[in-house]
Nanobody, 126 residues
Framework: QVQLVESGGGLVQAEASLRLSCAAS????????LGWFRQAPGTEREFVAG????????KYASAVEGRFTISRDNAKNTVYLQMNSLKPEDTAVYYC???????????????????WGQGTQVIVSS
């Protein structure tokens, strides 16, 4: 079992920055691919960013490429999402996700996850 707890959301103005954190406990953290998804009202949850087990490969949704950066610290069992140049369309609940298995990074970037956090709200005003 894995518990994921997000933090760092809030209300900011356009062009501001936020850093989300997700602390994990439970199964061996370093064996999981990790990612961030988001869901805006009335929409389906969508992939935002993913990072592989070792942290040397990342993938981003086109909408956030160049503005968001995902990173992980396996010693602290934490994954981060640095969000810069925020836009009103980034407003959503952001979820942390963890995927184990044989191809966890590929699976995660396709929207599959074994565990989800409870979400943290990000609101970007214009």
């Amino acid at each position: 079992q894995v518990q994921l707890v997000e933090s760092g959301g809030g209300l900011v103005q356009a062009e501001a920055s936020l850093r989300l954190s997700c602390a994990a406990s439970g199964r061996t953290f370093s064996r999981a691919a990790l990612g961030w998804f988001r869901q805006a009202p009335g929409t389906e949850r969508e992939f935002v960013a993913g990072i592989n087990r070792s942290g040397d490969s990342t993938k981003y949704a086109s909408a956030v490429e160049g503005r968001f950066t995902i990173s992980r610290d396996n010693a602290k069992n934490t994954v981060y999402l640095q969000m810069n140049s925020l836009k009103p369309e980034d407003t959503a609940v952001y979820y942390c996700a963890a995927k184990f298995g044989f191809t966890p990074f590929t699976d995660l970037t396709r929207g599959l996850s074994d565990y989800w956090g409870q979400g943290t709200q990000v609101i970007v005003s214009s």
